[in-house]
């Protein structure tokens, strides 16, 4: 069973994104799609145990009308999870004892501050979450992931990218793979140590049949932009501990480098 999980705050972000996963899982076959709900811990002496039950009990009725607005055909495999605690903390230790295989989760903001915020709050849980991110941007709307792109600085390949994870993502999503690698240096040949480095890529997934892309350009993230507007790009797959990449996207002001941030999803693969 394929198992993800949806942080859900009832805000609008966190309930697009699972209509997002909802869309998702009605193609992978034995999908198990959980939304997850963390309140947060109150220490007053106060508060009986009687008002701890009523904030479980409200949390879970609120993710149940989640539920039912997602799954009205009632053809979807879904549960409801709240619990009381920290975020990323709960959510780590909720992913690792219930071998999650994808989270998906929002990220936006009315104002370039809050998008700031929001970004933090999203790399914090790509940092201390060992399960792959797929970030959902608030003007996404599922329409299918046939085309994804893999970026890669092409560097000790074989021993720093984390295959089983990667080959993982695409057995469940089984997109059109696109291997990209943005760098000022490339000129009309491959360098000797691209080559070496092409050849241990496709030694782990040369059976996706991939196409493979080396971009010249002097700013990575303008060159990921445009790749994405030329090949219809559905979904980015990044390692966010081999670059920046995810950092550049949440810090930069470049308003064209972000182009494709409203609509493109981004799935962080965790070393």
């Known amino acids: 069973m394929k198992k993800f999980l949806v942080p859900i705050d009832f805000s609008e972000t966190s309930l697009n994104a699972a209509k997002y996963a909802a869309g998702l899982v009605k193609g992978v ?19 009986s145990a009687k008002d701890e039950g009523s904030r479980q009990k409200v949390s879970e009725q609120a993710l149940e009308e989640v539920k039912k607005d997602l799954n009205q055909s009632g053809s979807l495999f879904i549960s409801c999870v709240a619990e009381e605690g920290t975020f990323v903390e709960n959510l780590s230790e909720y992913a690792l004892s219930n071998k999650i295989d994808l989270i998906i989760m929002g990220i936006t903001g009315s104002s370039r501050i809050k998008q700031v915020f929001m970004g933090t709050n999203t790399l914090n849980v790509v940092r201390n979450v060992n399960c792959p991110v797929m970030i959902i941007p608030p003007q996404a709307s599922y329409k299918g992931v046939k085309n994804v792109v893999f970026t890669s600085d092409f560097k000790d390949v074989a021993r720093t990218h984390p295959f089983e994870a990667i080959e993982k993502i695409l057995d469940i999503l089984k997109p059109h793979l696109e291997i990209l690698n943005v760098d000022e240096d490339h000129y009309v040949e491959l360098s000797e140590e691209y080559k070496v480095e092409k050849r241990s890529m496709e030694d782990r997934l040369g059976k996706y049949n991939p196409d493979y892309s080396f971009l010249r350009s002097y700013d990575f993230l303008d060159g990921i932009s445009a790749f994405v507007e030329a090949r219809d790009v559905d979904a980015i797959i990044t390692l966010p501990k081999k670059h920046s990449f995810l950092s550049q996207l949440f810090k930069t002001s470049h308003t064209k480098a972000l182009a494709y941030h409203s609509t493109i999803p981004i799935i962080a693969i965790p070393a």
Do not use: E, F, R
């Not at 076959?29 to 508060?47: F, M, R």
């Open 29 to 47: 076959a034995d999908a198990h799609l959980i939304l997850y709900h963390v309140y947060s811990t109150i220490t007053l002496a106060t508060l």
